[in-house]
Each structure stands twice: as structure tokens, then as C-alpha cells.
């Protein structure tokens, strides 16, 4: 009896300590893989996007196709989270250090909540150090 009373505590122990990801960490993996079909399942209908100072309001398959282009011509080689606020269920943001072929980029993410669901609402890219001069 005690085994069994044994194994169910440790069971609650494993799973208290499993937790949903954070959508920011999420979407650090999938860029560091190079995965942006996968991280565009997290897109709203439509995104803000800015890539080096070109900025624009395109549908969720449109910005798919130009941030991927982005990062197939800048490969990731490291992300690191450089600041995230996720003190409102409703909304998130997180800033990444991108490290790439091509040099470095900060990238800032905001999702909000639409319909139940965090969905990536802004995506922008810029030179790294643009912010720290």
C-alpha cells in the first residue's frame, strides 16, 4: 500500500513541475531552427512586419514567405532572450539577440490574445546596436 501511495505522489510531484512553454521561448526555438512555418501557426490574420526599416501590414501566409526569406538569407546560428514581458496572460513580448550568417539582429516579438489564442501580432528585425546607441 505504501508503494502504491509512493508512486501516485511521485506522479504529481513529475507532473506539477511540467509546465507549458512560454509562447516568447517558443518562438526563440523555432527561429534558432529555422522553422517559420511552424512559428507562423502562431501568427494572427494579419501581422505588423518590419525588417530592417521596411515596414508592413501583410496577411498571415504573406508575412510566413517574407520572414522566411529573411532568415534563409540570414541563417540563425544562436538566439538568446534578451527581455520579455509576461506579467498579462493577455499579451507578450520578448526581444531576442539573433545571431546569424550574416551578422547579428534584435529581434521583438508582441503577441496578443485573438479569440482565446496568443497570436504573434508584430514581428520586427534590426540591426543589432540600434537601440544602444
Known amino acids: 500500500m505504501k508503494l502504491f501511495y509512493l508512486s501516485i505522489m511521485v506522479c504529481i510531484s513529475t507532473v506539477s513541475h511540467i509546465s507549458v512553454a512560454d509562447p516568447i521561448d517558443k518562438i526563440a526555438e523555432l ?9 507562423a501557426k502562431s501568427f494572427a490574420g494579419n ?12 496577411s498571415k501566409a504573406q508575412a510566413e514567405v517574407i520572414i522566411d526569406k529573411f532568415f534563409s538569407q540570414n541563417l540563425p546560428r544562436a538566439v538568446k532572450m ?37 497570436a504573434l501580432i508584430e514581428f520586427r528585425v534590426e540591426t543589432e546596436g540600434v537601440h544602444g546607441k
Open 31 to 39: 527561429i534558432r531552427q529555422r522553422n517559420i512555418h511552424e512559428m
Open 47 to 58: 501581422v505588423e512586419v518590419t525588417i530592417l526599416g521596411d515596414e508592413n501590414v501583410y
Open 82 to 118: 534578451l527581455h520579455r514581458v509576461n506579467s498579462n496572460p493577455k499579451y507578450r513580448f520578448g526581444v531576442l539577440i539573433v545571431n546569424t550568417s550574416n551578422g547579428t539582429y534584435r529581434v521583438a516579438v508582441t503577441l496578443k490574445e485573438t479569440e482565446g489564442n496568443l
